[in-house]
């Protein structure tokens, strides 16, 4: 058997507590539920957002790493750094592709500039438009084959390779300059780890 415990009664010096009206029972409902939504609703909506914008993160990284070609687009700032390619402005046409292996890393980017593109491209290679020869094609057929490049088509075309010691980059451009005002620019920049 149980034996119920006697209530206690409120100390006599404390006021009773009036009863609650019910607009003010709707109001503090109300305010309690908001809390809750604010707790939870928030956290979680983040956690949505977040989710989405990694899965497209790793959509854009999973089309990116398994290209086997040239991709339209600029290439990063650090493959710009590390390979030492710097695409001029204004450009377009602008596409790059990049391999790496245990022996060797290279960067192809290709883009459509205007002549003070070109010099200005030379320039921070540290090179000058009088270095390139006219019908030096400097790439040559197993990166032409990786790129897709074939330098068939109208010329002329102008070559240079920029030779530096390992770790910086090894850079052979060749430029088409069958429209002078608009020459098309070709890039492949080796390094070795």
Do not use: C
């Amino acid at each position: 058997m149980i034996a119920s415990l006697p209530r206690q009664s409120a100390p006599p010096d404390e006021p009773r507590r009036p009863a609650e009206n019910p607009g003010h029972k709707a109001k503090r409902r109300a305010l309690t539920l908001l809390i809750i939504v604010l707790l939870i609703g928030v956290p979680a909506g983040y956690l949505v957002i977040s989710a989405n914008q990694s899965r497209d993160s790793g959509k854009d990284k999973e089309a990116k790493y398994s290209a086997t070609g040239l991709v339209p687009g600029w290439p990063s700032k650090v493959q710009r750094r590390l390979y030492q390619v710097s695409v001029p402005h204004p450009a377009d046409h602008i596409a790059s592709y990049e391999t790496n292996n245990w022996k060797t890393s290279r960067l192809y980017v290709q883009f459509r500039t205007n002549a003070a593109g070109v010099d200005s491209f030379l320039q921070t290679m540290g090179a000058r438009r009088d270095q390139l020869k006219k019908g030096d094609i400097t790439i040559g057929a197993r990166d032409q084959k990786v790129s897709g490049w074939h330098f068939t088509g109208p010329g002329p075309w102008w070559g240079l390779t920029r030779e530096q010691k390992n770790p910086a980059p090894t850079q052979d451009v060749v430029v088409n300059m069958s429209d002078p005002n608009n020459p098309m620019v070709y890039v492949v920049s080796r390094t070795v780890p």
